[in-house]
């Protein structure tokens, strides 16, 4: 089993900037491609970003490209997600999820998820 747990979440105003963390556990997961995913109230979970297990693989949603940068370090089984320019259309709970043998870009190709943890940017 895996246990993925977010952190980082929080209020900013909007053109802020904030880091989410996401770090894995119960198994080695060096090798596992891992994703982002958000929530807001409402609404659907909606894909973020995600990377390859090598880190040389990444992918983004329309709506944050430019402005977000998924990464991740192996040796710390960490992956973050570097948020810039925040909208408050940002605002959501953003989970973290993995799979050993897929990129997560939709939430049905997720196998593990985190709890979540909540952002929100106020105008």
């Known amino acids: 089993q895996v246990q993925l747990v977010e952190s980082g979440g929080g209020l900013v105003q909007a053109g802020g900037s904030l880091r989410l963390s996401c770090t894995a556990s119960g198994r080695t997961t060096s090798n596992y491609n891992m994703g982002w995913f958000r929530q807001a109230p409402g609404k659907e979970r909606e894909f973020v970003a995600t990377i390859s297990w090598t880190g040389t693989r990444t992918l983004y949603s329309d709506s944050v490209k430019g402005r977000f940068t998924i990464s991740r370090d192996n040796a710390k089984n960490t992956v973050y997600l570097q948020m810039n320019s925040l909208k408050p259309e940002d605002t959501a709970a953003y989970y973290c999820?993995?799979?050993?043998?897929?990129?997560?870009?939709?939430?049905?190709?997720?196998?593990?998820w985190g709890q979540g943890t909540q952002v929100t940017v106020s105008s």
């Open positions: 999820a993995a799979h050993e043998n897929v990129l997560p870009a939709t939430p049905r190709l997720a196998k593990y």
